[in-house]
């Protein structure tokens, strides 16, 4: 099984503690987006959980409990998003110095297999123009080059509550272009998320944020995941069972997708209890709680490239 710690909000920058209690618990209970009576109890037993995936603007409230995950027997990733947007679109989150000192520490602790770069959304404004994203990524790669092997962009999408549009076709084209030009320079690789545009031609190749190779490099073993049903039909990304919530990130970025209203993710956050089991609130006593079906993900089953090479 796979923790995605969460595509809904960012749990290291903000509900770090509250996730460690649910580790130290070994379970945590997760109601239906869409229905807050149906509950999920999920066990988070190291023997079920294959890998922790942390999605995060902010990871460095995580770094005192890496040393407890990695002593409980945890495996985990991060995907930390450091993009080139000042407070105007990016309220609540590290400045880009800031956040890519953090990353170069945590690379240097972890290794570069655990530690993502994401660019993303890209999005053109009158003051985020072409050159300057593409400035400011040569920038940022150049200083994270020794931390990092992969890249993940993704280009802004149109949805109900975005204050931003979407780029036009030829936009997107010749940004990335750019920015695969820069990234090749810096020999890093460079993969688009869930984008329905082909940018192999530009040394952008199609990728999976939970990638399952990469998992395996992790974990060191086979995983035997089937590509996220729950997840739109571009993203190419492994099975996981997310853990957190929507409308609960008070970082008040701008292009934000997982939250309707900054003043409602703020209401939500001031219910937050650490000791919990649940993110936002508590049990109310009219709820459905159902233990949710988990494994691990280890494939048993040997291939002939497993076996070991005989002489002959």
Sequence with gaps: MIISASRRTDIPALYSEWFM????????????????????????????????????????????????????????CFQVTITDYEQDMEPGVPCTADAMATFLLMSQMLGKERMEWRFDPILLTDRYTKAYHLEQFEMMCGWLRPAVERCIISFVDDYKGSTVSCMEPEEIEELAEGLGEIACRYGISLCSCAEKTGLEHCGITHGACIDQERLRRIT?????????????????????????????????????????????????????????????????????????????????????????????
Excluded at 47 to 59: A, M, R, S
Excluded at 62 to 69: A, C, I, Q, V
Aim: net charge positive; charged share 30%; aromatic share 8%.
């Design 21 to 76: 209690n649910r580790i130290r618990a070994g379970e945590v209970l997760v109601p239906n987006p869409y229905n807050r009576k149906k509950v999920s109890r999920i066990v988070l037993s190291p023997e079920v959980v294959d890998v922790i995936v942390f999605w995060t603007k902010n990871p460095e409230p995580m770094l005192p409990y890496l040393r407890e995950l990695d002593q409980r027997g945890y495996q985990y």
């Design 220 to 312: 060191g073993y086979k995983l035997d995941l089937k590509k996220d049903p729950g997840q739109r039909k571009e993203c190419r990304c492994a099975e996981s069972i997310d853990i957190g919530a929507y409308d609960t990130c008070i970082g008040g970025c701008g292009y934000c997708y997982a939250v309707n209203h900054t003043g409602s993710a703020r209401r939500k956050y001031e219910q937050h209890d650490p000791l919990s089991p649940m993110l936002i609130g508590s049990l109310r006593g009219d709820e459905t709680i159902t233990d949710r079906e988990v494994r691990s993900a280890k494939d048993n089953q040997l291939s002939l490239f497993d076996l070991p090479q005989l002489g002959t």
